[in-house]
C-alpha cells in the first residue's frame, strides 16, 4: 500500500500542474496580498511568552472528522482574541478540507501571522501563498529531497515569506542549511504512521540547532502540556485538533 504522505505529494504535483495552467504567477503577482508587507510569524512566536500557534483544520488523514462545518473568519478572530501568536491554516481541500480561500478570509478579519500549512512541492505555491496572504510556509524534510527544499526556500525569502521547516527525526535537520530556516518545527506525528506522541519533540529538543526558534507540533491536547513543552526548552506549540475541538464546543453553546 502506497503511504499516505507519498500519496498525498504526487497528487499535489498533479493539482499543482493544472494550477499553473488555470492561473498563472503573472495573474498571482497581481493580487493586492502579493504586494502586501508580511507580518513575522518568527517576532511574533519570540515576544510571546507560549508562542502558540493554533491551527485551522476541518479533518485530517488521521481524523476524519474534526470541525467539518468550522467558519474560518469566527476561528480566526477568536484565536486573535485568546492571545495565539500566529494562526496555521490548512489550506489543502482533499485531505483536511480547507483551501487557499480560507487563507484569504482568515487574513481579512485578524492581524495574526498566518502560516500556509500544506505540502509544498513545486515554487508555483509559494507564489500562491503569497498572493492569498500567507506570511510564512511550511516545509517538510520528509517531502522532498535537500535540493528542492534549498530551492523552496530560498524563493519563499524572497517573496518575504518565512519558512517553518518541520522534521520528525534528528537527521533531517541536515536536510536544509539554517540561513534558510526562520522557525524548526518537530512533527511529534509520524506523518507514515500516525503515531504521535509529545515525547518525539523532547527527545530531539538537545539536537536542535540553539540559533533557531522551536516549535513543538501535532498531539497537544491539553494546556498543561503546552506549559510543559516551553518550560523544557520550546519557543513554541502547533496545536490543531485540540483548539478546533474547542471551539466546536464554543460554537455549540452560543447557538
Ligand atoms: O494530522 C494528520 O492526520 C496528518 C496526516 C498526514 C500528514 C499531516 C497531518 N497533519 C498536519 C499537521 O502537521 C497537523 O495538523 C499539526 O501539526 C497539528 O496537529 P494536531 O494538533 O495533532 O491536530
Redesign the pocket.
Known sequence: MKQ??EE?IGYQQLVVNLKKQNMPVDVLKSFPEFSSPTRSLKQAVANSEKGIIA?F?RR????ETINLKADVMEIAQRYEQMGAAGMSV?TNQRYFGGSLEDLQLAKSVCKLPLLR?DFMVDTYQMYEAKAYGADAILLIANALPSEKLEELAILAHDLGLEVLFEIHEADEIEKLAPKHIDLIGV?N?N?RT?D?GIQQGLDMLPHLPSDLLKIS????QDMETIEKLIQQGFNGV?????FMKQQLSESNTSK
Open positions: 499516505i504522505l498525498i491551527e483544520k485530517s488523514p488521521s481524523k490548512l500549512k512533527n506525528r506523518l500516525f504521535v507540533e501535532s498531539g497537544i502547533l496545536v490543531g485538533e485540540f
